[in-house]
């Protein structure tokens, strides 16, 4: 952790290309990067602070792309090759909120899943966000982080791999 970057790390007995197509699910339907509670509250205040209604459901197809948007995020980078997604926010913020998302293949198998949420402060008003809203950034950083690593535990379940505790790092 540092003052602008939160991360969460979980070592997944699942294979990569199961946890790549859960995280980077577009298809319409309960999402990690939509309905999990931390990004529907932040949704909530963005509409009260006068921010635009930014519902967007998911895109609808088989896996966000580049470009898509969904909820408040819009998609800057989804890369199945090196599966990483990264997502930047569209809320009222001094300053930019990027949200990424990489699966990395570990060599005795399974996968590791790693989030980062980073906020990039404009201004003095920025810098003060940076600093009060890191203890919130952390409680998000764990909720959205054990929702995704139990959607993809699901998912592997389903798909037939093993879909046993996550190893935490």
């Not at 800057?76 to 990027?98: H, I, K, Q």
């Not at 950083?141 to 959607?151: F, L, N, Q, Y």
């Amino acid at each position: 952790m540092t003052p602008r970057t939160s991360t969460r790390s979980t070592g997944l007995d699942v294979e990569p290309d199961v946890a790549w197509a859960t995280v980077a699910d577009g298809s319409a339907g309960p999402r990690w990067y939509l309905d999990t509670i931390p990004f529907r509250f932040r949704d909530a205040l963005d509409r009260l602070a006068g921010g635009q209604d930014r519902g967007h459901p998911a895109p609808g197809g088989a896996e966000l792309r580049t470009g898509d948007r969904a909820g408040f995020w819009l998609v800057r980078d989804a890369d199945r090759s090196r599966r990483r997604l990264v997502m930047e926010a569209t809320v009222r913020a001094p300053g930019r909120v990027t949200f990424t998302t990489e699966v990395t293949p570990v060599v005795t198998g399974g996968c590791e899943l790693t989030q980062s949420v980073r906020f990039d402060p404009a201004g003095l008003l920025g810098v003060t966000y940076l600093v009060v809203d890191l203890p919130a950034r952390e409680v998000l950083m764990e909720w959205v982080h054990r929702r995704t690593c139990a959607d993809v535990s699901r998912a592997a379940g389903r798909a037939g791999g093993v879909s046993r505790a996550p190893r935490s790092s």
